[in-house]
């Protein structure tokens, strides 16, 4: 038997398969903020929101300075990248919802990443993950597992 946080093998969209992962991704998020906030009263806690992991314009791919991004491009169709956008967007909604309904400080991040996107032109300030199965992970990769 499969995860429930697997994709899904059997009819449905990949678009139906991310909106049923938020929508139960919310009371999850509105419990545990709750429960920090109760376990805290008095803290200030800030929860951050995540940065894009490409960036609204793509580069032209000559311009693709690593391996890395090369085939993060390739592998995803120019609507793929929007789709994955739109959901980090409204991943970031939910987390803002659930965060200020606890009485928590969210913070927006996606605005000064703009243009510094894994990728981006402008210089990356993160970084997508290497190879991974390795287990060989840099200090500086997008995400630690």
């Known amino acids: 038997m499969r995860s429930s946080s697997a994709v899904p093998e059997a009819p449905g969209s990949l678009h139906d398969w991310v909106d ?5 991704l919310k009371p999850k998020l509105v419990e545990l903020y709750g429960r920090i906030r109760s376990e805290a009263p008095n803290a200030r806690i800030l929860v951050l929101g995540y940065p894009a992991l490409f960036p609204e314009k793509a580069p032209p791919v000559s311009d693709l ?3 890395v991004c090369k085939i993060a491009f390739s592998a995803f169709t120019v609507s793929e990248r929007e789709a994955i956008r739109d959901w980090g ?5 939910e987390i803002q919802t659930a965060a200020e309904n ?8 996606s605005s000064y990443f703009a243009g510094h996107e894994p990728c981006s ?7 997508f993950v290497d190879d991974i199965r390795s287990g060989a992970i840099r200090d500086d990769s997008f995400h630690p597992l």
């Not at 049923?20 to 139960?24: I, Y």
């Not at 967007?89 to 909604?93: A, E, I, M, P, T």
């Not at 032109?121 to 970084?127: K, L, N, S, Y």
């Open 89 to 93: 967007l409204r991943l970031n909604r």
């Open 65 to 67: 300075r690593t391996g």
């Open 121 to 127: 032109q402008g210089g990356q300030w993160v970084r």
């Open 102 to 109: 606890a009485g928590i400080e969210y913070v927006e991040l």
């Open 20 to 24: 049923s992962r938020l929508e139960a």
